[in-house]
């Protein structure tokens, strides 16, 4: 007989039925249980478990410190079983203080700094609570809130603090989730303080108003806010927005017309150390030429010395140039994205956030009134069967002492209850002196008001309210701005003026020779002339367009498509190698092509037109593009090509067909247009546009042919009118049917 072995059940589960379930759990885990703080503590659960593990281990700040490594190891085997050392990162950020704006953990140890170092290994550094920290824990064993089993079922954890402290906004969080994000920048407490009182009376307040009482954040390593206030106001109405940070600085005057650059102040989360490499970086490749060298004098205290390289730059230029290129100047994002009171995550504005808070107290409040009142009404329930013990001292001794039973027999004697009676019998003889009946007289009145007080304050929103005003008026004078912590470090600035910097501020000036090859090709050479030498192409390809520039001029390219396109020459690839595509730099699609390339000077005019025949002027000024997409100036349609591109100098302009038919008229016959298709400038059977150009009649008309370039004065017999077909071009004119 064989054994018949089960076989395990199987269901079967579409692929994609099975994926989305299991990755929407974990994006639910991500969410709520990691990345997002809960906007009544501002807490995420990594954070609040340290807490509330560290105060189990009673590191309040009274008391000394305990190993930050027997701290982690609390919360991993407790609360939090996750990697150790993202227990600790999260432990060491709560301590710095330039990180944190109202610090959680008093560190002792090296617990990193401001230029990125990290923290000591937990086994060396030690932790307690702070103040800040005990006033978001405060009144957690008065049922202020909700417990719940941890993730062994052995212990309760809190599931959120009762944070008497708006920590959320006193210090900001970021994090990010499955498909959302959250980062809110650091306030200050002063200031949240004023506008909860405002809010717990009118909480219809708007931002605008809201705004008045809290100017902007207040980061832990100060620096100028120089965002527009209707732009704040924004932000906090919406929950979403941003705000402009910058490096706070001086001017340290070195005498005879020198002077030095000090900043003292570095915008929130840059690494100091990171920041003057980038500083040093970009002078080494010569974009910050107004700049000498930067020198980290820091000590506890940011100094950066800037020295610039002449005494005649203006320090508003040069720092303008710094804020532009380094951060120095950075965008700190708004994005009020968090749980609300039921675990939902959204986007609240200021006004959401701040009424959840003040909610939370409310229900806190009530909840530690009710947690008092029952202990009050059992207090005095024992203090009552106390009292009866002294009117009845020597009959209650007597049952004490004679019965078997004394408990039951005190009952029915005195008509006590079960907890009065055991609290008789629990007393010592030592109570029965006659000052502890006197004692007991004044406790019972000093418990019956407070359970009056009590009692009415449940039972009256006007009394909680103000309730909540004192708490939150008592937080401002523990915390606010009256006191060191609390003071404002970051300033609020008006925005800053427009300061035209010179592209000179920022690309050092040098020669160079800008290729462009027939395949597309593009790459600037150093020097100008002779000191360029020979240039290598790819195979097939050859040299098309050259001019002579600097690094600080713009390249202005014209397309076939009509579009003329502008280039930094600072950003154009060096000439080592090949170059690059010049598509890569420009959004110019396959089927276009460069027509002409030039560098813009500023003031002139531009002869542009199209193989069908027609043509402008236009100001030089007006081809300007601000985006890799280019500017569109000749319209051009079907077949028709954009074909030239030329400065417009002299009083006549020559075109040429592929006829090789020859029409000359005056300059003044060509409008000046900033767009559009142009006015005929010569009529063809058939075939097109070959090439224009402008010239001085008296002068002559030159072209190149072959190494030469020929120069024909004789040229009444092609002198006519803007639109006629011409007489055929002068002998020896250029096979190539161009100008050249």
């Known amino acids: 007989m064989t054994d018949v072995v089960d076989k395990p059940h199987i269901e079967p589960v579409a692929l994609g039925e099975a994926l989305s379930e299991r990755y929407l759990a974990y994006a639910l885990s991500t969410i709520t249980a990691r990345s997002l703080p809960d906007v009544r503590d501002g807490l995420k659960p990594v954070h609040r478990r340290l807490l509330y593990a560290m105060r189990q281990l009673k590191l309040n700040p009274a008391d000394g410190f305990k190993k930050s490594a027997r701290v982690v190891g609390d919360v991993i085997g407790k609360y939090h079983p996750h990697g150790d050392v993202a227990i600790y990162d999260a432990l060491v950020r709560l301590a710095q203080d330039f990180a944190a704006r109202y610090p959680l953990v008093d560190g002792q140890g090296n617990f990193g700094n401001v230029d990125g170092d990290s923290a000591a290994a937990m086994r060396y550094t030690e932790a307690r609570m702070t103040e800040v920290a005990m006033a978001l824990l405060e009144g957690i064993d008065e049922d202020a809130v909700d417990f719940r089993p941890t993730y062994d079922g052995s212990e309760d954890e809190p599931v959120v603090l009762p944070a008497r402290f708006p920590n959320l906004l006193a210090n900001g969080a970021s994090g990010i989730a499955v498909g959302m994000a959250t980062s809110i920048p650091p306030h200050n407490v002063g200031e949240l303080c004023a ?18 009482y809290i100017p902007g954040p207040d980061f832990p390593t100060g620096g100028e806010l120089v965002e527009p206030h209707e732009n704040i106001k924004e932000a906090y109405a919406t929950g979403r ?47 910050l030429p107004l700049l000498e060298t930067v020198l980290d004098e820091s000590a506890e205290d940011i100094r950066l010395v800037l020295q610039p390289k002449s005494r005649t730059v203006e320090a508003e230029v040069l720092m303008e140039s710094l804020f532009r290129a380094t951060e ?20 609240m504005n200021l006004r959401d956030a701040l009424l959840a808070f003040i909610d939370h107290r409310q229900e806190v409040l009530v909840r530690r009134s009710r947690y008092r009142l029952d202990k009050i009404n059992h207090r005095l329930e024992i203090l009552g ?3 009866i013990v002294f009117l009845n001292l020597d009959e209650v001794i007597r049952i004490i002492r004679e019965e078997d039973e004394p408990k039951p027999a005190l009952i029915k004697r005195f008509k006590l209850s079960d907890v009065q009676a055991e609290a008789i019998l629990n007393m010592r003889l030592r109570s029965l002196r006659k000052l502890e009946e006197m004692e007991l007289k004044r406790e019972k009145k000093a418990l019956t008001d407070e359970k009056k007080a009590l009692n009415a304050l449940l039972k009256s929103q006007p009394q909680q309210k103000k309730a909540l005003k004192a708490e939150f008026k008592d937080i ?41 090859s027939a395949k597309g090709w593009i790459r600037a050479v150093k020097g100008h002339g002779d000191a360029v030498g020979t240039l290598r192409f790819k195979e097939g390809d050859r040299e098309r367009f050259r001019c002579e520039a600097h690094t600080t ?10 579009r003329f396109y502008t280039v930094a020459c600072d950003k154009l690839p060096g000439g080592r190698g090949y170059g690059d595509p010049v598509k890569l730099m420009i959004d110019l699609g396959n089927e276009g092509d460069i027509a002409s390339m030039m560098v813009y000077v500023g003031g002139r005019q531009f002869l542009v037109a199209s193989s069908e025949g027609r043509g402008f002027l236009v100001p030089e000024d ?23 591109a030329r400065v417009a100098e002299g009083s006549h302009v020559a075109v040429v067909g592929e006829n090789r038919k020859l029409i000359i008229f005056p300059v003044g016959e060509l409008p000046e247009m900033t767009r559009g298709r142009g006015v005929i400038l010569q009529r063809y059977n058939s075939g097109g546009l070959s090439d224009a150009k402008t010239f001085t009649l008296k002068e002559g008309l030159s072209w190149r042919s072959g190494s030469r370039t020929r120069t024909e004065t004789n040229l009444k ?19 190539a049917n161009r100008f050249g």
């Open 195 to 212: 506008a909860l009182v405002h809010l717990v009376d009118k909480r219809n307040a708007q931002a605008a108003t809201l705004a008045g």
């Open 241 to 287: 927005g941003s705000f402009r940070l910058r490096a706070r600085w001086v001017k340290e005057d070195l005498g005879r017309g020198q002077y030095q650059i000090v900043v003292t102040e570095i915008p929130y989360q840059v690494q100091k150390s990171r920041l003057i490499e980038r500083i040093a970086e970009l002078i080494d490749a010569r974009k």
């Open 328 to 347: 120095l100047e950075t965008r700190v994002s708004l994005n009020m994205n968090m749980l609300d009171g039921d675990g939902v995550p959204r986007v």
């Open 385 to 387: 069967g106390y009292l």
């Open 476 to 516: 401002r004078a523990k915390f606010g701005e009256k006191t060191e912590l609390g003071k404002r470090r970051t300033t609020i600035g008006k925005p800053p003026a427009e300061i035209d910097v010179p592209i000179e501020a920022t690309v050092e000036r040098e020669p160079i020779t800008v290729v462009l």
């Open 553 to 562: 001029d713009k390249l202005v390219l014209f397309a076939t498509n009509g």
């Open 622 to 644: 007006a081809v300007l593009a601000q985006t890799r997409g280019g500017k569109q100036v000749l319209n051009v349609s079907g077949q028709a090509e954009a074909v030239v």
């Open 717 to 735: 017999n092609w002198v006519g009118k803007r639109g006629q077909a011409g007489r055929i071009a002068p002998p020896g004119f250029a096979s």
